[in-house]
T-cell receptor
Framework: RKEVEQDPGPFNVPEGATVAFNCTYS??????FFWYRQDCRKEPKLLMS???SGNEDGRFTAQLNRASQYISLLIRDSKLSDSATYLC?????????FGAGTRLAVHP | DTGVSQDPRHKITKRGQNVTFRCDPI?????LYWYRQTLGQGPEFLTY????????KSRLLSDRFSAERPKGSFSTLEIQRTEQGDSAMYLC???????????????FGPGTRLTVL
């Protein structure tokens, strides 16, 4: 079993839609998690940190469910510019452990 | 630009040649990480430094790979006797790790794309 698992997608949604991604992790002792965004052939960029039960930043909401060991990312009012790959990340004390990513394509 | 920088951005080499990549972290960051990413996968951890000390190496880092951070600032990653399977994006990241924080937000450079022919 992979340490961090994500649905690869792609998720094809119209502008303005709400879309949610889920991610599961295997290490029950993990304390911190992140969502990174990666555009094609670019580096991953930190989107949100998920430290406790979750947090919100504008159109983006991340939630952490420790009992079920999953993290979710909700994007409201999708924009064309949200099209990217979203990487779920388990943040250990040292290294980051990445999922394979979920592709999102927002169309007009 | 005060972000993480990497050089070169692209490298094409022939199988069997040695290559070296450089990473300059964000200046106040004490930790530096190397990751490798292949198409359709997330980045995979290779190794990391705290200041000049290399504290962890992944089993992915075969004996053909070596990384250094001699003065606790920039780092180099060398691959000897390259193989076609080494073709990937090599990403560097840095973070500021302190006793006051248990979190580990890492910021990535643009990567070096290696193609081994």
């Amino acid at each position: 079993r992979k340490e961090v698992e994500q649905d690869p997608g792609p998720f094809n949604v119209p502008e303005g839609a709400t879309v949610a991604f889920n991610c599961t992790y295997s290490n029950s002792a993990s304390q911190s998690f992140f969502w990174y965004r990666q555009d094609c052939r670019k580096e991953p960029k930190l989107l949100m940190s998920v430290y406790s039960s979750g947090n919100e930043d504008g159109r983006f909401t991340a939630q952490l469910n420790r009992a079920s060991q999953y993290i979710s990312l909700l994007i409201r009012d999708s924009k064309l510019s949200d099209s990217a790959t979203y990487l779920c990340v388990e943040g250990g004390y040292n290294k980051l452990i990445f999922g394979a990513g979920t592709r999102l394509a927002v169309h007009p | 630009d005060t972000g993480v920088s990497q050089d070169p951005r692209h490298k094409i080499t022939k199988r069997g040649q040695n290559v070296t990549f450089r990473c300059d972290p964000i200046s106040e960051h004490n930790r530096l990480y190397w990751y490798r990413q292949t198409l359709g996968q997330g980045p995979e951890f290779l190794t990391y430094f705290q200041n000049e000390a290399q504290l962890e190496k992944s089993r992915l880092l075969s004996d053909r790979f070596s990384a250094e951070r001699p003065k606790g600032s920039f780092s180099t990653l060398e691959i000897q006797r390259t193989e076609q399977g080494d073709s990937a994006m090599y990403l560097c990241a840095s973070s500021l790790r302190s006793l006051a924080s248990s979190y580990n937000e890492q910021f990535f450079g643009p990567g070096t794309r290696l193609t081994v022919l």
